[in-house]
């Protein structure tokens, strides 16, 4: 009897050890590993071209979903171990990137709609009030911050250091002026005054600095001056962001056209035109560009010369930026729907019902697709471990 209690004992420490080793390690894969690709910035790199080296899943499954406080009008950015978004309460949001628990918050006191930048352990974020932060992407405190007195839109994006060793941080505004900021000081650099209200993000590719807004005309400018190297006439207002690549701009605008220019020759190099104006920010991959309309529809036209190559259509407007990734394109419509597509046929390779409009953008890092929506949800997608 007393041998059959020992044995019974003895299965129970073994059982008890076991659950243990299984707890631990199952926290341990709940870590994020430290090469997981970032998604550091609005379109994912300072020249805005929507672009993800990652491979997704054909069949993404839900994994989190973080709360905030009301409508997520931006794009996540995602860093090492946080995905960060702002939202029209005003505050800015900090979850853990494995398990979508919140880490911190900072309340910048008025609505949010710019999406933020992550510069090493640097978040930037503007608002509608036009405070301009810099916070600690760590723990939510101000770095520095300097009051633009307009309303920011648009995302702020980096260029490499100057001569000086400084990275610069530029932001657009309301007040129509472009503004270059040290990254680490804070210190502007200088300021360039265009034509009218700045909607979207400035695209770099550390030479130029490009933008448009509703004065019509895409603005092109020195990084290291701020000093005007030419413009060229949008033919309508811009009220998205350009995508710098390859010595070419892509830019959607409101006369429902996507138009290509050469930025060294600062003239027009095909056009092509939809049904619906563009709100959304092109995606430029190897061969394609990838627009959303407001015709409802999702464009694929060919890099080189404009040709489209096919057209999808949502059941609503779609002023969502569309993101390429391996292949694919991943898209968001007010529909409530995140779509996944084939980049070559643009046929339907996934869809997820969220249930509320989706006018924010996606980031794709990590093999996981992370979006806000209108019903103030932030949603990542990924497979389940």
Not at 201 to 215: H, I, K, N, Q, Y
Not at 358 to 373: E, L
Request: glycine share 12%; aromatic share 10%.
């Amino acid at each position: 009897m007393k041998h059959a209690i020992l044995y019974i004992l003895l299965a129970a420490v073994l059982i008890l050890t076991a659950c243990q080793q299984t707890g631990e390690s199952r926290q341990e894969t709940e870590k994020a590993p430290a090469n997981l690709s970032q998604w550091t910035a609005f379109r994912g790199d300072p020249g805005l071209t929507g672009v993800s080296r990652d491979t997704l899943p054909d069949s993404p499954e839900l994994l989190w979903v973080f709360e905030t406080g009301s409508q997520i009008i931006g794009t996540p950015v995602v860093g090492p171990r946080l995905v960060y978004t702002g939202a029209l309460d005003g505050v800015v949001y900090a979850a853990d990137r494995v398990n979508g628990k919140k880490v911190w918050t900072f309340d910048t006191g008025d609505d949010i709609e710019a999406s933020p930048l992550l510069v090493d352990s640097t978040l930037y974020i503007g608002n509608l009030s036009g405070r301009f932060l810099a916070l600690d992407a760590a723990d939510g405190t101000v770095r520095w911050e300097y009051d633009l007195k307009e309303s920011i839109h648009g995302s702020a994006t980096v260029a490499a250091a100057d001569s000086g060793g400084e990275s610069l941080i530029f932001v657009g505004c309301y007040d129509a002026s472009m503004y270059c900021f040290g990254a680490a000081s804070g210190t502007l650099r200088w300021s360039y005054q265009s034509g009218d209200y700045i909607n979207g993000s400035p695209a770099t590719d550390g030479e130029f600095l490009v933008f448009g807004g509703c004065d019509e005309r895409l603005h092109i400018l020195s990084v290291l001056s701020g000093d005007m190297l030419g413009e060229v006439a949008a033919g309508s207002y811009v009220p998205g962001s350009p995508a710098l690549a390859g010595g070419h701009i892509y830019v959607g605008q409101y006369g429902n056209t996507l138009i290509c220019v050469n930025v060294h020759a600062m003239s027009i190099v095909w056009k092509y035109m939809a049904e619906g104006p563009f709100f959304s920010s092109p995606a430029v991959g190897d061969d394609a560009v990838v627009i959303g309309s407001r015709d409802e529809s999702l464009h694929c036209v060919e890099r080189e010369s404009g040709v489209l190559r096919w057209t999808f259509r949502t059941r609503d407007e779609i002023d969502s930026s569309p993101v390429i990734a391996a292949g694919r394109v991943v898209a968001a419509s007010m529909d409530g729907r995140l779509y996944l597509l084939d980049l070559k046929s643009g046929d339907l390779v996934w869809s997820y019902e969220i249930g509320a409009a989706v006018s924010g953008s996606p980031a794709a890092a990590g093999n996981r697709i992370h979006i806000g929506a209108d019903d103030g949800r932030l949603y990542t997608f990924g497979v389940k471990r």
